[in-house]
Structures are given as structure tokens and as C-alpha cells.
């Protein structure tokens, strides 16, 4: 069983930053797929970055590319979303997400679907306003 447990969300400013992180347990980053989605209200839930563990490989939204970084520690079993320049369409709740025994190495789209995985943390929440 996979288990995902976000935290550093919070509120800033335009411009600001604030840095993600995921506690991780049952998961073998080697073999899986993990990323950060987020959900604004009354809007779907969008892919924001993705590691397929497989490969290696690191995608990103294009609404956050070169503002967001995506990052694991394996001996910390933990996930991170640094974001910077933050602005308020960046307002949401995150979600850090686990496609556990991934068969996934890459995507066409490339972020991989939220339907692709399997295990979800709690959410926390950011709010830029501006």
C-alpha cells in the first residue's frame, strides 16, 4: 500500500514562492510514475509535472514550465514542487499522485493522466493572490 501525504502549502503574493513536498511510503521510485496535479474550483484537475521513474524522464505543464521544478529525494522518500513567479491562476490544491509498478517510462501527451494512477495524497492548498 502506497501512501502520499502533502505539505507546504500556504498563501503569497504574486511573484512569490512556495516549495511542495510529499512524504512518500510503499513506494519504489525506480519502478513508478509520480507527479503533481492540481485543482482549482470549479475547473479539472490538471497535470502539473511528472518523473516516470523508469526513465528518468521529467515533464511539464506548459502553464508552469520554467517556473516549476519537480524533484525526488530517494532517502528522504520524498517528492517536491518547487514553484516560483507564482501567480494567481496558480491558485489551487495540489495533489502529489502514484502510478505504483508504473508500465510507463514516457506518455504521448507526456504528462501521464490522472486516471494512470493509482494512489493520491490529501491535497494542500495554494493561494497567490496578486
Known amino acids: 500500500q502506497v501512501h502520499l501525504k502533502e505539505s507546504g502549502g500556504g498563501s503569497v503574493q504574486a511573484g512569490g514562492s512556495l516549495k511542495l513536498s510529499c512524504a512518500v511510503s510503499g513506494s519504489k521510485y525506480s519502478r513508478d510514475c509520480i507527479g503533481w496535479f492540481r485543482q482549482a474550483p470549479g475547473k479539472e484537475r490538471e497535470g502539473v509535472a511528472v518523473i516516470y521513474g523508469g526513465s528518468g524522464r521529467i515533464y511539464y505543464a506548459d502553464s508552469v514550465k520554467g517556473r516549476f521544478t519537480i524533484s525526488h529525494d530517494n532517502t528522504k522518500n520524498a517528492l517536491y514542487l518547487q514553484m516560483n513567479s507564482l501567480e494567481p491562476e496558480d491558485t489551487a490544491m495540489y495533489y502529489c499522485?502514484?502510478?505504483?509498478?508504473?508500465?510507463?517510462?514516457?506518455?504521448?501527451?507526456?504528462?501521464?493522466?490522472?486516471?494512470?494512477?493509482?494512489?493520491w495524497g490529501q491535497g494542500t492548498q495554494v493561494t497567490v493572490s496578486s
Open positions: 499522485a502514484v502510478d505504483f509498478g508504473s508500465k510507463y517510462t514516457d506518455f504521448p501527451t507526456p504528462l501521464l493522466p490522472d486516471y494512470e494512477y493509482n494512489f
